[in-house]
């Protein structure tokens, strides 16, 4: 069993900054990959970014060159820092943990985004 819990959701005119961090229950060396999924309402939950246990990641179209996806391994912890804050990256943004790469076993409670414009 994973706990995830995010923090460091909020309100944010457009343009600016935020970094979502989520804190695992135990040790996140061994899971095969994390990630940030977002669903705005009346849409489905999208991946945002992911990154393996070796330190690959992938982004979303819609983030590539402003979301930055990153763990510290000693904390237990991976962030998304995330620049450049646009209306359209509204959303609820939940953390993610999959064991063995084939599917998210685990999700957290989710955070709050809200960009102004």
């Known amino acids: 069993q994973v706990q995830l819990v995010e923090s460091g959701g909020g309100l944010v005119q457009a343009g600016g900054s935020l970094r979502l961090s989520c804190a695992a229950s135990?040790?996140?060396?061994?899971?095969?990959?994390m990630g940030w999924h977002r669903q705005a309402p009346g849409k489905q939950r999208e991946l945002v970014a992911a990154?393996?246990?070796?330190?690959?990641?992938n982004y979303a179209d819609s983030v590539k060159g402003r979301f930055t996806i990153s763990r510290d391994i000693r904390k237990n912890t991976q962030y998304l820092q995330m620049n450049s804050l646009k209306p359209e990256d509204t959303a609820v943004y939940y953390c993610?943990?999959?064991?063995?790469?084939?599917?998210?076993?685990?999700w957290g409670q989710g955070t709050q985004v809200t960009v102004s414009s």
């Open positions: 993610a943990a999959g064991l063995d790469g084939s599917s998210w076993d685990y």
């Open positions: 135990r040790s996140i060396f061994s899971i095969n990959a």
């Open positions: 990154i393996t246990d070796r330190g690959s990641t």
